[in-house]
């Protein structure tokens, strides 16, 4: 997170380091450049702290909180043909079987999949990286897993352990991708970093 202080209309930022944004349950999804990043520092073992984000794969989501923009099985119906879609979705759940490990029900939350044999929100660990640059092929979604409570795993004594290579998410957070910071109330409560502009 960045030091310098950045400003908008009515606050201001500069990352004091508390840490608490990687324990806040924030979604980190892992981009196409992130795993080449790791595979290019040799970070093989970061796979196992990835995952399939189950509301990817969910035909109805979180509750309301469905956003078909993101949601694989949307753009397999949108691709293909409507008398491919079902040969399709066969091929994207064997996909996801054979080069995933099955860890059990993650979070509490009610996301149920296209697989229904593997439950609630289930977490699926990707095998290897290469696995996961084929998955992004089919435009599955995949995030850190994060620890109970919300943590990051890569979060060590209070300071990211792979600063240097963490994710593009990370490295960009609290900005979005127009460079304006992201301020909502949740963000102020938890970024001790974000203050009233003084000036
Ligand atoms: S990868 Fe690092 S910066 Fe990103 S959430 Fe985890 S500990 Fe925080
Ligand atoms: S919560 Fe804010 S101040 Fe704290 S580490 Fe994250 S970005 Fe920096």
Known sequence: MKNEVQKNKEYEYKCIQC?????????????????????????????????????????????????????????????????????????????????????????????????PDLGRTPILVPKTFQIILEGLKWGLIYTIKFELGGYCPFLKENLCSIHQIKPNVCRSFPYTKNGELKIDDYLIKICKGISKDSS
């Open 19 to 115: 840490g608490n944004c990687c324990r806040a349950g924030f979604e980190v999804v892992i981009e196409k450049e992130d795993i080449e990043r790791w595979i290019k520092y040799e970070q093989n073992e970061f796979v196992q702290f990835i995952q399939i984000d189950p509301k990817c794969i969910s035909p109805t989501g979180l509750g309301g909180f469905h956003i078909e923009e993101v949601n694989t099985l949307q753009k397999i119906k949108e691709t293909y043909k409507e008398n491919e879609v079902n040969e399709k979705l066969e091929d994207l759940k064997q996909f996801i079987l054979k080069n995933h490990n099955y860890f059990g029900k993650g979070s509490p939350l009610p996301i149920y999949t296209f697989i």
